[in-house]
């Protein structure tokens, strides 16, 4: 389901359960979409009966939605402001360069405002936007969407400028940022030349056709990756890997083991301060 479909699937899924014919993973997907709404009293209830018809992974579930009512119920430490580039479409990986905040978006006025077409319902697909930090209503298409695919989303630059990763792909946001079925996400790099231009892409050396890489996130110094992958081998999902860039190269990645990934999904790393964020719907 794309952003904004969960009521409906929600329905769907209600519908299904109410048949003779239902299995266990029926009420799992009912009560996962629950708690993606954030309605946690029903989502419990119908874990509670996942339970019941022999879950393995019930009771997991079960802690998680009291421990995100917890959350909720807890004073919040921060304030939420809701950002003027914001649109009904899914905006989604943050990311900065030479003053500009950069983001995708799947907004569905591209078309008319910038002649950037999509597809056959008219939405285009990702979509990379820069915002002027000073003027957060300004937002125009970066010029990395002069580049033959119409499809990019969760840019990350060094800090010192001089190298980009991206993702290529067909990718469309949901609410997560993942979906189950394969979306074709590969990653491309692009360093500078001495006039400070950006040089012809390059895929990054472990993409694949039978799994994703996605989500990058570049050091300061533009020596060290991480991104997310469903590469066989992991712990399960979307894990977490670090590669190098040496010598114009990329060395093969490394998934940052068992205290970081789960069965679950790991996406989104961020390093500050000897800190690695990141996000995880299992932990």
């Known amino acids: 389901?794309?952003?904004?479909?969960?009521?409906?699937?929600?329905?769907?899924?209600?519908?299904?359960?109410?048949?003779?014919?239902?299995?266990?993973?029926?009420?799992?997907s009912l009560a996962i979409l629950f708690k993606k709404e954030a309605r946690y009293d029903e989502s419990l209830e119908v874990f509670a009966e996942y339970r019941d018809a022999g879950g393995e992974d019930a009771q997991h579930h079960i802690n998680s939605c009291?421990?995100?009512?917890?959350?909720?119920m807890a004073e919040a430490n921060c304030d939420l402001e809701n950002m003027a580039m914001n649109t009904s479409s899914a905006e989604s990986g943050i990311s900065f360069y030479n003053g500009e905040m950069v983001y995708a978006t799947h907004r569905v006025d591209l078309n008319s405002r910038f002649g950037i077409k999509g597809d056959m319902d008219k939405r285009p697909k990702s979509v990379v936007m820069g915002m002027d930090e000073n003027d957060?209503?300004?937002?125009?298409?970066?010029?990395?969407?002069?580049?033959k695919d119409d499809?990019?989303?969760?840019?990350s630059y060094a800090a010192n400028g001089k190298l980009m990763v991206y993702v290529k792909s067909d990718f469309k946001a949901?609410?997560?940022?993942?979906?189950?079925?394969?979306?074709g996400m590969s990653l491309f790099y692009s360093v500078t030349n001495e006039t400070g231009a950006w040089q012809e892409d390059k895929?990054?050396?472990?993409?694949?056709?039978?799994?994703?890489?996605?989500?990058?996130?570049?050091?300061?110094?533009?020596?060290?990756?991480?991104?997310?992958?469903?590469?066989?081998?992991?712990?399960?999902?979307?894990d977490l890997y670090v590669s190098h860039y040496e010598n114009g190269s990329w060395s093969s990645p490394s998934n940052l083991g068992p205290q970081v990934n789960t069965q679950g999904n790991e996406i989104t790393p961020y390093l500050t301060e000897y800190k690695l964020y990141f996000a995880s719907d299992w932990l």
């Open 1 to 28: 389901e794309g952003l904004g479909d969960n009521e409906q699937a929600i329905y769907r899924w209600h519908e299904v359960i109410k048949s003779d014919q239902r299995s266990s993973e029926d009420l799992k």
């Open 66 to 72: 009291l421990f995100a009512q917890q959350v909720v």
């Open 136 to 147: 957060p209503t300004n937002s125009n298409p970066l010029k990395i969407q002069d580049r």
């Open 151 to 155: 499809a990019f989303g969760f840019v």
């Open 174 to 183: 949901d609410a997560s940022g993942v979906q189950e079925a394969h979306d």
């Open 203 to 238: 895929a990054f050396s472990f993409n694949s056709t039978e799994y994703d890489n996605g989500f990058p996130f570049v050091s300061e110094d533009g020596k060290t990756l991480f991104y997310s992958s469903d590469m066989p081998g992991g712990q399960g999902g979307f």
